[in-house]
T-cell receptor, first 113, second 112 residues
Framework: DVKVTQSSRYLVKRTGEKVFLECVQDMDHENMFWYRQDPGLGLRLIYFSYDVKMKEKGDIPEGYSVSREKKERFSLILESASTNQTSMYLC????????????FGPGTRLTVT | TQLLEQSPQFLSIQEGENLTVYCNSSSVFSSLQWYRQEPGEGPVLLVTVVTGGEVKKLKRLTFQFGDARKDSSLHITAAQPGDTGLYLCAGHSGGGADGLTFGKGTHLIIQP
């Protein structure tokens, strides 16, 4: 079974803090994704990566950066957290080709106060 | 921008009833996936449909891909409380890894 793990299930941070969210997958997938999920807005793609050290902006990259130093690990960084970044953050991975089925981690519920 | 419209947005029914939820678009997709997400968890892949007109069954769940590959439906027979969750459809346009478009989902509640 594909397994995607995220470093924290729940996180509370203060405005202005630097926040790291980490994601690890064990299926040797090339593609990895970070989404945020908010009520009424659905899943929105923040960044994705199709290879080590490669990154591409998604639909809402502002206020975020990412790092992919190893194939299995994809990190999302909030350089200076703001209250409007309070959300559910979901990491996913998929194989390079085929139907691009995505496998998700359990999510991190981030609250910025 | 490709859009996937899911309907209904919310559905609450009694245990044992049947239901159908829909996923519609004006765009053609090379494949379409259905996910179920429980509260506080990540989405879990249920099925992928690839061929126009394709029907796949997963126990009491029946998934159909439209002939033109622009729409899909999920039918649940004799719904159980364990079916409660957010059902998401996602279509792939055949582009690169970022070509997956998600609908906003149908919130389904099955009351005992």
């Amino acid at each position: 079974d594909v397994k995607v793990t995220q470093s924290s299930r729940y996180l509370v941070k203060r405005t202005g803090e630097k926040v790291f969210l980490e994601c690890v997958q064990d299926m040797d997938h090339e593609n990895m994704f970070w989404y945020r999920q908010d009520p009424g807005l659905g899943l929105r793609l923040i960044y994705f990566s199709y290879d080590v050290k490669m990154k591409e902006k998604g639909d809402i990259p502002e206020g975020y950066s990412v790092s992919r130093e190893k194939k299995e690990r994809f990190s999302l960084i909030l350089e200076s957290a703001s209250t409007n970044q309070t959300s559910m953050y979901l990491c996913a991975s998929s194989a390079l080709e085929g139907s691009y089925e995505q496998y998700f981690g359990p999510g991190t519920r981030l609250t910025v106060t | 921008t490709q859009l996937l419209e899911q309907s209904p947005q919310f559905l609450s029914i009694q245990e044992g009833e049947n239901l159908t939820v829909y996923c519609n678009s004006s765009s053609v997709f090379s494949s379409l996936q259905w996910y179920r997400q429980e509260p506080g968890e990540g989405p879990v892949l249920l099925v992928t449909v690839v061929t126009g007109g394709e029907v796949k069954k997963l126990k009491r769940l029946t998934f159909q891909f439209g002939d033109a590959r622009k729409d899909s439906s999920l039918h649940i027979t004799a719904a159980q409380p364990g079916d409660t969750g957010l059902y998401l459809c996602a279509g792939h346009s055949g582009g690169g890894a970022d070509g997956l478009t998600f609908g906003k989902g149908t919130h389904l509640i099955i009351q005992p």
